[in-house]
C-alpha cells in the first residue's frame, strides 16, 4: 500500500470536540474527506448541526452533531457513548475545544483563571481518559489535542497567563499518557498552532485590533489558516502515524523560532 492510501481513514470513526468552527471544523471536514465517519461534538448545538450537515453533503460520510460541555465529566462519558452507538465505534479523536481569556494576571480573578484551565487543560484529561478507557479495551486508537505555540512562547502584547499555562499542561499531559498508554495501541499527540484566523482571534473585540502587530512579528508576516492544520491532524489520526506518540507538532509558520 502507498503512503497516500496509508494516510486514508476508512472504515474509521472519530469525533472532533468544538467542532462547530473554526480549526475543530477543519480538521473534522479534513478527517471525513480522507474516509472517516465523524462527530462534530461542541456545546452550541445549533453550529454544529449545521457543521455536520455542511460536511456530510460534502464527503458523503456519516456526520453526526452532539451536544457536549467538555468540562463536565458526565456529559463527556454521554458523548462518547452516543459516538460509539451511533457510528459503531471510535478509532481516533480530536480534542480541540477551548478559549482564551486575555487578562493581566494582576487584575485575573481566580474564577477566569479557573474557567480558563477547566476549558482547555482538564476537558482534555476528561475527554483523552474517557475515549482511551474505550480504546484500550477496543484494540487501540489515536488522540490528537490541542495545544498552542502559547504552550511553547510568552506572547505578546496581549496578557494570558492563564490560557499559556493551561496549554503547556495539555503538552505534558500528552506525553504522560502517550508513555503510559504505548504498549497497549493508544497513540497520543498535540498540535501547536501559531495565530490561526478563526473566531477565535478574527471576532475577538480584544484580539483582533492586535493582528497587524502579530503579523509584523511572524516571519511569514500573515495569521496561518485552518485549513493549514488538517494534513498534520489526518496524518495523526491514522496508521501511518503508527511510531509517532507523545509528540507536539508545532505548526506556526516559524512565529517561535526566534
Ligand atoms: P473557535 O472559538 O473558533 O472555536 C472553538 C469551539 O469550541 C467553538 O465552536 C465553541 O463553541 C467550542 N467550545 C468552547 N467551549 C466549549 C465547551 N466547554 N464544550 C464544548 N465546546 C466548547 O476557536 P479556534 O480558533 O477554532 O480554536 C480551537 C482550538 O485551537 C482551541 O483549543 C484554541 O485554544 C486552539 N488554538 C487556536 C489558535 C488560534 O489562533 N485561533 C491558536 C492556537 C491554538
Known amino acids: 500500500m502507498g503512503i497516500i492510501e496509508k494516510m486514508r481513514l476508512d472504515g474509521k470513526k472519530g469525533f472532533v470536540t468544538g467542532g462547530a468552527r473554526g480549526i475543530g471544523k477543519a480538521t473534522a471536514t479534513a478527517f471525513a474527506?480522507?474516509?472517516?465517519?465523524?462527530?462534530?461534538?461542541?456545546?452550541?448545538?445549533?453550529?454544529?448541526e449545521q457543521t455536520a450537515k455542511e460536511i456530510a453533503e460534502l464527503t458523503g460520510r456519516k456526520v453526526i452533531a452532539v451536544k457536549c460541555d467538555v468540562t463536565v465529566e458526565s456529559d463527556v462519558q454521554a458523548m462518547v457513548d452516543t459516538v460509539v452507538n451511533e457510528l459503531g465505534g471510535l478509532d481516533f479523536c480530536h480534542a480541540n475545544a477551548g478559549i482564551c481569556i486575555n487578562e493581566a494576571a494582576e487584575t485575573m480573578t481566580y474564577e477566569q483563571w479557573l474557567r480558563n484551565i477547566n476549558v482547555n487543560l482538564n476537558s482534555v484529561f476528561l475527554t483523552d481518559t474517557i475515549a482511551g478507557r474505550y480504546m484500550l479495551a477496543h484494540g487501540g486508537g489515536s488522540i490528537i489535542n490541542t495545544a498552542s505555540m502559547s504552550a511553547h512562547i510568552v506572547n505578546v502584547p496581549q496578557p494570558q497567563c492563564a490560557y499559556n499555562a493551561s496549554k503547556a499542561g495539555?503538552?505534558?499531559?500528552?506525553?504522560s499518557l502517550a508513555v503510559e498508554w504505548a504498549k497497549r495501541g493508544v497513540r497520543v499527540n498535540s498540535i501547536s498552532p501559531g495565530y490561526i484566523g478563526t473566531d477565535l482571534t478574527l471576532s475577538s473585540e480584544?484580539?483582533?485590533p492586535l493582528?497587524?502587530?502579530?503579523n509584523a512579528m511572524a516571519?511569514?508576516?500573515?495569521?496561518?489558516?485552518?485549513?493549514?492544520?488538517?494534513?498534520?491532524c489526518v496524518y495523526l489520526a491514522g496508521d501511518a502515524a503508527g511510531f509517532?506518540?507523545?509528540?507536539?507538532?508545532?505548526?506556526?509558520?516559524a512565529f517561535t523560532c526566534f
Open 170 to 175: 495539555v503538552i505534558q499531559l500528552t506525553k
Open 206 to 208: 480584544t484580539l483582533k
Open 211 to 214: 493582528i497587524a502587530q502579530w
Open 244 to 253: 509517532t506518540t507523545g509528540s507536539d507538532f508545532i505548526v506556526d509558520g
Open 219 to 232: 516571519p511569514m508576516g500573515r495569521l496561518g489558516t485552518p485549513e493549514e492544520l488538517q494534513a498534520v
Open 33 to 48: 474527506e480522507a474516509g472517516a465517519d465523524i462527530a462534530i461534538v461542541d456545546i452550541d448545538l445549533e453550529t454544529a
